[in-house]
């Protein structure tokens, strides 16, 4: 089985819509590199360096960038972060229905008019002191402030079978890889949105889809449940599965009824894992950030860190989760570094 990758996708859509990826609409990069890269061999130096160019991050990069301040956005991957992996995005105000992708590729291209997204760049270590001191996968740089919007990752089942077939059955996007799925059986599972909108998202592409959750009930918005029972798509409740079944490819899964104890094997081609993220929380570890105890950055109403001059937003800060709220995290928390670096007339007191 061929399991395109998820920028290879992305360039599909990017073409599709007569776009080059990458694309530089102002130009940005090159007017912020000439303003802070030294004339020695001291590393480009920027008031603010924003680290993931999810929502979060992409409204960051714009805020930042109009408020006045220097500013570059580095993200290991593509630009979009987890949105990318949804195909349906129902609740983002002024688009009623659109794909993770779509929007994703919209909000990137409206935030490369202020900021260079350096792409495929990842930061492998970060220092505090009198200047941020990071060094990525390309070199070295120092800001006067960080900007975390690193997101997060999927969580895992992590039940046998389930590792190893990674690629050959076992799925985390159902946008990236339903496509090979049509007319086949496949189970997603989980309860919450993702789960319900990859369910639904597999069913209208032809393939055999059953969800499986360990309760009974959903924690995934009415909306969602609704369309789950109107298209007819069978849930199989208080049920988990142990072991994810197959040699070179998955043939089944090994599911137990948690009411009744019964353990039964059902044969499927695909398993879709869709229970949950966990933060990305690496770089805020190194820089000493307070974490709840599920691990999620703990911010004030202002994203601000304990730690001055760095800030956390989008799935990094907890919080609802939703992309509305990434945006609005992002924004605060570039307000908030032009705040406390700019010191502006209206907030002295
Ligand atoms: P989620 O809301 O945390 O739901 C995770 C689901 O997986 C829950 O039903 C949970 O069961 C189940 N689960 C967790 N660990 C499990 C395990 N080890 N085995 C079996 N099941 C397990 O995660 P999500 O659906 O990925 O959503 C993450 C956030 O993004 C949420 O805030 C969500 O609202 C948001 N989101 C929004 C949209 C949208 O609005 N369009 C779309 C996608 C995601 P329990 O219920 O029993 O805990």
């Known amino acids: 089985m061929i399991v395109l990758p998820l920028f290879q996708l992305r360039a599909r859509t990017l073409s599709d819509q007569g776009l080059k990826p990458g694309l530089q609409i102002h130009g940005a990069m090159s007017v912020d590199a000439m303003h802070d890269h030294q004339p020695d061999d001291s590393p480009p130096d920027y008031d603010v360096i924003i680290i993931g160019a999810g929502p979060a991050g992409l ?9 006045g301040l220097s500013c570059v956005v580095l993200e290991k991957g593509v630009p979009g972060g987890q949105v990318m992996t949804s195909p349906l995005i129902e609740n983002y105000p002024g688009f009623p229905e659109v794909p993770g992708m779509k929007l994703m590729d919209v909000m990137a291209e409206h935030a490369r008019r202020y900021v ?16 941020f001191e990071l060094t990525t996968t390309n070199g070295r740089m120092t800001s006067k402030a960080v900007i975390l919007a690193t997101g997060s990752h999927h969580r895992k089942l992590d039940v046998p079978g389930e590792e190893g077939m990674i690629g050959r059955g076992v799925s985390y996007c159902a946008t990236c890889d339903g496509f090979f799925y049509k007319r086949k059986e496949v189970v997603v599972v989980g309860g919450g949105n993702t789960a319900l909108t990859d369910a639904l998202y597999l ?15 959903f924690r995934a918005d009415k909306h969602l449940q ?11 409740w208080n049920t988990v599965v142990e072991e994810v079944l197959g040699e070179d490819a998955v043939k089944g899964v090994r599911l137990r009824d948690l009411k009744t104890d019964a353990v039964r ?6 398993v879709f894992v869709a229970v949950g993220e966990v933060p990305s929380n690496q770089l805020a570890a190194e820089l000493g950030l307070s974490m709840d105890p599920g691990g999620f950055v ?15 937003a989008g799935d990094l800060s907890g919080g609802i989760r939703q992309i509305v709220a990434a945006v609005h995290g992002g924004a605060a928390a570039a307000l908030s570094a032009f705040e406390d670096l700019m010191n502006p007339y209206f907030k002295r007191s």
Request: charged share 30%; hydrophobic share 30%; proline share 4%.
């Open 59 to 67: 409204a960051a990069g714009i805020y930042a960038r109009r408020a």
């Open 116 to 131: 260079d997204i350096r792409e495929g760049e990842e930061v492998t270590r970060i220092r505090g002191g009198e200047r």
């Open 203 to 217: 069913h209208s592409i032809d393939s055999k889809v059953t969800l499986v959750h360990r309760r009974d009930s």
């Open 226 to 236: 609704e369309s789950i029972s109107r298209k007819g798509i069978p849930v199989l």
């Open 265 to 270: 094997v059902m044969p499927v081609n695909g």
């Open 298 to 312: 703990q911010v004030d109403r202002s994203y601000r860190t304990n730690v001055p001059c760095v800030y956390a």
